[in-house]
């Protein structure tokens, strides 16, 4: 079954670092690009950036660059979004998800994890 | 960045009406667009991809148009099942792959 499983939700004061994963499985992890999306609550989907597992390279949104790094490591079939100093306003639904095609560049989100909720507070 | 604009914000609808949610860009996509559906609480789910190719396993009441700037999605015999917030997202060549804002369909 190709599935994409998400670490668990976390709770981090304002200024903490954090790293969460996405672990894809059931499919060869090098061949299909990894997105994040941020969705806060209640509000809608923001696409991040991406990253090709095989090679590492790395595109993100105008919005999120500098804010976030996005990462992978092929070995373990793992791709990683982090932050190095937490705000508030990073409080949201984080979801992995791969592209529908293997080795396109520019493709729609067919398979998504089931998000990781992050939560900053003092 | 090419911005992806979605109307309605909100419709209301019934079972067995059939829908239709409009998704505009601010430059031509040609047919990179594709839509989803979410439920609250849940991943969303790819509907169709390409403007207009159903993806495997939704029912054929969806179907997706459009190329350039302007496609639409209609849901056809609308299901209990599918009361749900429905993004449009663009991904051509130039990213960041914008999503719509969403239209919930109540």
């Known amino acids: 079954e190709v599935q994409l499983v998400q670490s668990g939700a976390e709770v981090k004061k304002p200024g903490e670092s954090l790293k969460i994963s996405c672990k894809g499985s059931g499919y060869s992890f090098t061949s299909y690009r990894i997105g994040w999306v941020r969705q806060m609550p209640g509000e809608g989907l923001e696409w991040m950036g991406i990253i090709n597992p095989g090679d590492s390279d790395t595109r993100y949104s105008p919005s999120f660059q500098g804010q976030v790094t996005i990462s992978a490591d092929k070995s373990i079939s793992t791709a990683y979004l982090q932050w190095s100093s937490l705000k508030a306003s990073d409080t949201a639904m984080y979801y992995c998800?791969?592209?529908?095609?293997?080795?396109?560049?520019?493709?729609?989100?067919?398979?998504w994890g089931q998000g990781t909720m992050v939560t900053v507070s003092s | 960045d090419i911005q992806m604009t979605q109307s309605p914000s909100t419709l209301s609808a019934s079972v067995g009406d059939r829908v239709t949610i409009t998704c505009r860009a601010s430059?031509?996509?040609?047919?990179?667009l594709a839509w989803y559906q979410q439920k609250p609480g849940k991943a969303p789910k790819l509907l169709i991809y390409k403007a207009s190719s159903l993806e495997s396993g939704v029912p054929s009441r969806f179907s997706g148009s459009g190329s350039g700037t302007e496609f639409t999605l209609t849901i056809n015999s609308l299901q209990p099942d599918d009361f749900a917030t429905y993004y449009c997202?663009?991904?051509?060549?130039?990213?960041?792959?914008?999503f719509g804002q969403g239209t919930k369909l109540e």
């Open positions: 998800a791969r592209h529908l095609n293997s080795g396109w560049i520019y493709d729609t989100f067919h398979m």
């Open positions: 430059q031509s996509i040609s047919t990179w």
């Open positions: 997202q663009k991904y051509n060549s130039d990213s960041p792959y914008t």
